[in-house]
């Protein structure tokens, strides 16, 4: 149940403070939510093809992210969609002629394929079918080889399953190329476009992979691992080799953490391309056009490179000169020669670059941001602890600017998934909390992804046990290493955060002196008993680390907050989205009922056109104006009052 919280913008008049202990004559400039959680003014660039374009994303004249395209070099920016909710992910079609992106109907995550003329900027929806999710094949919308065409899965023939199509981009016709047998929840395409690889959850929660030689061979088990790896959560064949006769495949098979290998497909020959002991890879680079193996990604303690191929070496060296921060390379031109690097830091916005990739020169394109730069921000450290079985949990710190960071109000700010982490970098979230006077703790408990299997299965059956006794131990450490006031602290969180918030205030009322909600499962019954179908394959993983709801519903019951509402005593603030497909509204209405049932006042916020994560401009405006009032009045934090397009009093439920 991970989730991005996506945000929105608003004009800010003057600015008071609630003022509680702490001293905000000391604090930097109060940093306008406008500015934190308004939308970008650009983001996430993409070169196209040919390397003459550039896409990205920019509010038009209504606020609404869109995509707009422009010649490299020249100044003849322009807005070629026109959606009325905003949306993130798109991708340039081969042609070079059309982007293709996928939205879908106010957060009910049935997202279709779309696809846009850059020039007459008409567009059309290519699997139009109401009530179907469209998914990307192999996490690519076209080949480079076959401009025509795309792969994509379309839950038609069975809500519950994916089967996979061949879309013509020109006709608009949609063939079935691959039926689902009823188990698989992944695909992938070698590099001629054909469908070999079938990755499925069996029912004991473990994964088996199958291959086929070609569209019409029949398949076979490739890997078949059992449910103790980080297969679901991380394991994937990732890539095909340039001749197609090995795959990369990351695998915790005969290691804790998930490692690189390079299988032969016919002999079954395997070497290890890159480990971690302790981490697992995060990614792989390969060219765009040649198709070899570049580069692997690993997610540590913040983001590393490790460099396979010593062609790209130099290209590392050079790009790490250009700014700090963690890199990612967003894009490349087919023949490798333009490229789009974004920079993350923690303490201000994304930097994009465009880089050349013979001269080795670069230049700077834009900050998603760029307001940031006006003010003083606070730097994420990584931090780690022992848990009380002796366990070593890691996380992030990020303290407020300006102020001795001793005795503060702690936001104990909650990860989704919760197969999951949190990472460092730049969050608007923590940046707005640290602004307003607060120390922000992260923690990556155990059941958090990345970290690898041991870290991962030390969370099986430990939801509101285990995994919520390490949050209850961070908020210790921070107490004791002099940061946090135990009077002041406030559980914060969505999806699975939302659930720990509502642990946290159900099952130890004593630690938390408040509690903020967002789409948090409230009883674990019925959230399986409501998960869309196409989770069908996913039953099996809850099975195995929350718990069966068939066969152990009294377990699953001792887990859910909804029957301790009796215990909740502290102030709570909630907020639903009316569509959400993953956590039902229900969930939030069945424990705010039990709430008032029992006396107690809970602030409870439904907002009728989102789903899981809110994307409204709008409604994030309200949302974070909400809990911001919530926040200063409980834990005594800095506060900017709402403005008139911020009140929320008609979600007010």
Known sequence: MAVNRHCASIGVGVFWFVIASVAPAQLPSLIPRQVLFGNAERLSPSVSPDGKMLAYLTPDKNGVLNVWVRTLGQTDDRVITSEKRDFFTYEWQQDNEHILYTQDSDGDENFHVYQTDIKGANTRDLTPYAGIQAKAVAQHFGDPDFPDQILVALNLRDRRWHDVYRVDLHSGAVELDTENPGDVWSWGADNRFVVRVAQARL????????????????????????????????????????????????????????????????????????????????????????????????????????????????DFGAIKRIHDGDINIESRSLDNKTWVISYIVSDGPYYYYLYDQQSKKSSLLFTHRPKLEQFRLSKMEPISFKARDGMRIYGYLTLPVGIVPKNLPLILDVHGGPWDRDVWGWNREVQWLVNRGYAVLQINYRGSTGYGKDYLNAGNREWASKMHTDLLDGRSWAIKQGYADPKRICIFGASYGGYATLVGVAFTPDEFTSGVDLFGPSNLLTLMQSI???????????????????????????????????????????AQGANDARVKQAESDQIVAAIRRNGKEVLYLVFPDEGHGFVRPSNNLKFYAAAETFLAKYLGGRSEPPSVDENSDDLRH
């Open 203 to 314: 029912p004991d929660g473990g994964t088996e992979i199958r291959l086929r030689d070609n569209r019409t061979s029949p398949w076979r088990t490739f890997q078949k691992w059992g449910p103790d790896e980080t297969s679901v959560e991380t394991g994937a064949v990732v890539g095909f080799s340039p001749d197609n006769e090995h795959v990369w495949l990351i695998s915790s098979v005969n290691a804790n953490a998930a490692r690189l290998l390079d299988v032969e497909m016919k002999s079954g020959k395997t070497n290890v391309i890159a480990e971690d002991k302790q981490f697992d890879v995060a990614g792989v680079l390969t060219h765009p056009r040649k198709r070899n193996l570049e580069a692997v990604q690993f997610q540590r303690a913040r983001t590393e490179w490790l460099a396979i191929d010593d062609s790209v070496k130099s």
């Open 532 to 574: 869309p179908p196409y989770w069908a394959s996913l039953r099996s993983t809850f099975n195995r680390r929350m718990g069966n709801a068939d066969t152990e519903p009294d377990f699953l019951r001792a887990k859910s907050p909804l029957f301790k509402a009796d215990q909740i005593k502290v102030p709570l603030l909630i």
